[in-house]
Structure formats: structure tokens, C-alpha cells
Nanobody
Framework: QVQLVESGGGLVQAGGSLRLSCAAS????????MGWFRQAPGKEREFVAA????????YYADSVKGRFTISRDNAKNTVYLQMNSLKSEDTAVYYC????????????WGQGTQVTVSS
């Protein structure tokens, strides 16, 4: 079982930046692929970014590529999402999630943090 707690959300003007953090409860954090997802009102949850166990490989949705950066610090059991050049369409609840080795789905999810971008 992995508990995930997101922080760093808030209200920001369009063009601004925010940094989300997700702290994991387990010392085996480095064995999990980590991802960020978001869900806007009335929309399906969508993939934003992911990072492999070592942090050496990252993946992004086309809508955030070049603006968002995912990173992790395995010593601190934390994954980050740096969000720059924010747009109103980035407004959503952002969730971090963990996927164990050998698993195809993200099994563990945080409670989410609200990001609101005003235009």
C-alpha cells in the first residue's frame, strides 16, 4: 500500500507557474513509476506526465509538452510537476499516481490538488 499526498495547487494567472509536489509514504518509492493526471469539471481524467523509477525517462501529453516538467527525488520519496506558461485550459484537479513494477495500471492515487488558472 502506498499513500500519496499532493500539495502546491492554487490560483494563478495565465502565463504563471506552479510547482506541484506528491509525497509518498513508502521507502520503496523508487520501485514505482509515477504519474500525474488531471480532471477538469465535466471531463474525463486525463494523463499529464509520467516518470520511470530512476527518473531517467519522462513522458508527456502533447497538451503540456514543453511547458510542464516532471521530476522525482527518490531520497525524499517525492515526485514533482513544474508547470510553466499556464493556460486557462490547465484548470483541473491534479492527481499523482503510482504504478508498481510489472503492473499495467496505476493502482495508488492521491486525493488531488486544485489548480485554477485565471485568464
Amino acid at each position: 500500500q502506498v499513500q500519496l499526498v499532493e500539495s502546491g495547487g492554487g490560483l494563478v494567472q495565465a502565463g504563471g507557474s506552479l510547482r506541484l509536489s506528491c509525497a509518498a509514504s513508502r521507502r520503496t518509492f523508487s520501485t514505482y513509476t509515477m504519474g500525474w493526471f488531471r480532471q477538469a469539471p465535466g471531463k474525463e481524467r486525463e494523463f499529464v506526465a509520467a516518470i520511470n523509477r530512476s527518473g531517467g525517462s519522462t513522458y508527456y501529453a502533447d497538451s503540456v509538452k514543453g511547458r510542464f516538467t516532471i521530476s522525482r527525488d527518490n531520497a525524499k520519496n517525492t515526485v514533482y510537476l513544474q508547470m510553466n506558461s499556464l493556460k486557462s485550459e490547465d484548470t483541473a484537479v491534479y492527481y499523482c499516481a503510482a504504478r508498481a513494477m510489472g503492473q499495467s495500471e496505476y493502482k495508488y492515487w492521491g486525493q488531488g490538488t486544485q489548480v485554477t488558472v485565471s485568464s
